[in-house]
């Protein structure tokens, strides 16, 4: 097997990197910024070992998550002025879809049933509807949350949704597809199912399976959990959590550092999953099998976000200081970095159960 191959982006935003997606039908990659603004790449083009950037889009306030919508030119983003937007990434045109009030902490988009959903700060989601024409009112239900939301994921039927206090719901997606159309009442609408998170930490991210089957959720303490959307106890029995992200102390402290893990990713076709922390490394895992089977070399600094293309060539890298360092008169200007890392064919295939 050829070993991967990996570049760095040679014009990446000024400031840390919040979220970074590919498009869903080519090697175009979505990236945002506390510096204000979203940045699109063209990796790869004709074969070569570089990421071209298209074009930037200033918003009035840092960015906290971006991702592309029904096609590969169209876009959502959301962060600190409260607003969620859809942006024509042809034209640069941007379209406010609704008003939180405080800041939009996590964008999810369904292609199946041409939801948006934004989650904020202000304690609700907001489920939009995609799907009408343009020059039409877009319908849109608020849903009240017990905790404020720190990551948020979706599968084809499903959203989770991470918070506060080890909060976790789960939605059916398409009982809020027909909520939409008949406009019930948010009261109306209640989670698929309610969780405990298996983590005793705040939970840093969470990315669904792309076969419908679950989820993974990182902490700020140095832990992934991985979990089943079947509620049956057979499924809820092979549930687990590990450690990862991890450096030895020094001999006289003894111990290990603990690191968050800031970010997760699920290859598109194979299921293993990828995990980046704060110690700049990126780890791929087999989530069957229980196993690590790979890590990547070590990144520039912390590890903010990771995504795979959608054929699952490429896996992306946003790297830039981490907070967990405490650093006063923050800025990531100057140490903000993009890696693109070509995988080899079976790089991120999983291997099967080790042998007893």
């Not at 876009?75 to 969620?84: E, I, K």
């Not at 599968?155 to 027909?178: C, E, F, G, N």
Request: net charge negative; with cysteine; proline share 5%.
């Amino acid at each position: 097997m050829a070993p991967g191959t990996q570049w760095e982006v040679a014009q990446p935003p000024n400031d840390a990197i919040s979220s970074l997606e590919f498009a869903p039908e080519s090697s175009k990659l979505i990236v945002s910024s506390w510096d204000k603004n979203v940045y699109l790449y063209d990796v790869g083009a004709n074969g070569a070992d570089e990421a071209t950037l298209i074009r930037s889009f200033e918003f009035r306030a840092p960015v906290l998550d971006v991702c592309f919508g029904a096609n590969d030119d169209e876009a959502f983003v959301g962060g600190l002025d409260q607003q969620v937007y859809k942006l024509d990434l042809t034209t640069g045109e941007q379209t406010v879809l609704s008003q939180h009030n405080d800041a939009v902490r996590s964008l999810a988009y369904s292609r199946e049933h041409s939801i948006l959903v934004s989650a904020s700060w202000d304690l609700t989601l907001h489920i939009h509807d995609t799907s009408s024409s343009p020059s039409a009112p877009q319908p849109t239900i608020t849903i009240q949350l017990p905790g404020k939301p720190h990551a948020m994921a979706s599968s084809p039927s499903k959203l989770v949704v991470a918070m506060t206090a080890r909060l976790v719901h789960i939605y059916d997606l398409p009982i809020l597809s027909k909520a939409l159309q008949s406009q019930t009442h948010a009261s109306e609408i209640t989670p698929w199912q309610q969780r405990e998170s298996s983590l005793k930490f705040l939970t840093r991210a969470v990315a669904c399976m792309p076969n419908d089957a679950g989820y993974a959720t990182s902490s700020i303490e140095g832990r992934v959990a991985v979990e089943w959307f079947e509620d049956t106890e057979a499924s809820q029995a092979r549930k687990y959590a590990f450690k990862c992200h991890r450096q030895a102390a020094n001999d006289e402290e003894g111990g290990d550092i603990v690191y968050p893990v800031n970010a997760l990713a699920f290859h598109p076709k194979f299921g293993t999953f990828a995990s980046g922390g704060g110690d700049a490394s990126v780890a791929l895992w087999d989530a069957e099998a229980k196993r690590r089977m790979r890590q990547l070399t070590k990144f520039p600094d912390s590890v903010a976000a990771l995504a795979f293309s959608g054929e699952g060539k490429f896996l992306a890298i946003g790297a830039c200081p981490g907070f967990q360092t405490g650093m006063e008169d923050y800025s990531g200007q100057g140490r903000t970095h993009i890696v693109i890392r070509e995988l080899g064919e079976t790089e991120a295939k999983g291997k099967g159960p080790k042998e007893k």
